[in-house]
T-cell receptor
Framework: GENVEQHPSTLSVQEGDSAVIKCTYS??????FPWYKQELGKGPQLIID?????GEKKDQRIAVTLNKTAKHFSLHITETQPEDSAVYFC???????????FGAGTRLFVKA | NAGVTQTPKFQVLKTGQSMTLQCAQD?????MSWYRQDPGMGLRLIHY???????DQGEVPNGYNVSRSTTEDFPLRLLSAAPSQTSVYFC???FGQGYYGYTFGSGTRLTVV
């Protein structure tokens, strides 16, 4: 089955700097890669996603890149703000599949 | 408000007790799933459903049962609670086939003593 690895587990940046979180997946059949943000005491919330036929997607200050050959994808946050502090999860789902498998999460701290 | 509703928010159980975690969604989503969240281990899939009457096992199904008699509801049953089931449980739903992310509930924090 699918296995998703996520790095780093903790990331601390200064306000205004960029943050990058990286994930690798094992199942070449996976074709959908969502990213979630979880604030303290809340459920995860979808922030951006990418399909396997797209190499990059951007939404304001966040972007996701996908390298299908290497089976890895990354989340990029630019001009970080204190409200970006949260736990971020990457995930992968296979073509026509029903299971979404998550990485272990990255705790991002943005220092003012 | 539209979304995924989980009850209760907090629960303490004694070892061996049973209970049901409730989950309901009002978005007419086909897919529903239960995840548990433990420190350092991310979200692990317990059971999932692709429609009323259809359920299947995820990564960590032992000790849990599910059923899906309606599109809206997807309860998770703990048969005989164990300390290893202490966790935060999240229910999530999404549209069916295609490129759709999950909508998550706010979670149930369960402690088994």
């Amino acid at each position: 089955g699918e296995n998703v690895e996520q790095h780093p587990s903790t990331l601390s940046v200064q306000e205004g700097d960029s943050a990058v979180i990286k994930c690798t997946y094992s199942d070449s059949a996976s074709n959908y890669f969502p990213w979630y943000k979880q604030e303290l005491g809340k459920g995860p919330q979808l922030i951006i996603d990418i399909r396997s036929n797209v190499g990059e997607k951007k939404d304001q200050r966040i972007a996701v890149t996908l390298n299908k050959t290497a089976k890895h994808f990354s989340l990029h946050i630019t001009e970080t703000q204190p409200e970006d502090s949260a736990v971020y999860f990457c995930a992968a789902r296979e073509t026509g599949g029903f299971k979404t498998i998550f990485g272990a999460g990255t705790r991002l701290f943005v220092k003012a | 408000n539209a979304g995924v509703t989980q009850t209760p928010k907090f629960q303490v159980l004694k070892t061996g007790q049973s209970m049901t975690l409730q989950c309901a969604q009002d978005m007419n989503h086909e897919y529903m799933s239960w995840y548990r969240q433990d420190p350092g281990m991310g979200l692990r899939l317990i059971h999932y459903s692709v429609g009323a009457g259809i359920t299947d096992q995820g990564e960590v199904p032992n000790g849990y049962n599910v059923s899906r008699s309606t599109t809206e509801d997807f309860p998770l049953r703990l048969l005989s609670a164990a300390p290893s089931q202490t966790s935060v449980y999240f229910c999530a739903s999404s549209f069916g086939q295609g490129y759709y992310g999950y909508t998550f509930g706010s979670g149930t924090r369960l402690t088994v003593v």
